[in-house]
């Protein structure tokens, strides 16, 4: 199984504590990854862990909105995952996650 956007979303639920659900936000992450083909699993996960831990915003249930809702929201998060390298690196452990594990997925498509 390759990066999809059903296992982007399954990975933003899985950190974020949510359970968001739907061809809405399966479209928004579809629309992001047709746009930057070139994002490879591991940068979209930094993306989204970054974003989740960033002081940015402040707020309830995080929504992959925060992250995947258009371009801009989208390049935002992964300047953010390309900054401030030594807390992903004490993290990076946690983000070999259960749920790419257990689906075997690889950068390969």
Known sequence: MGLTPELLLAEFNHW?????RGSRYVQMIAD??????????????????RTL????????NPSPSLIFANPVAFERALNLAESSHSEWELEQRHLEA???????VSDAA
């Open 98 to 104: 259960p749920l790419l594990l257990e689906e075997g």
């Open 32 to 49: 992001r990854m047709r746009e930057r083909p070139d994002v490879r699993l591991d940068e979209h996960m930094k993306a989204i862990f």
């Open 16 to 20: 974020a504590g949510t359970s968001y």
């Open 53 to 60: 831990k960033s002081t940015w915003w402040k707020g309830g």
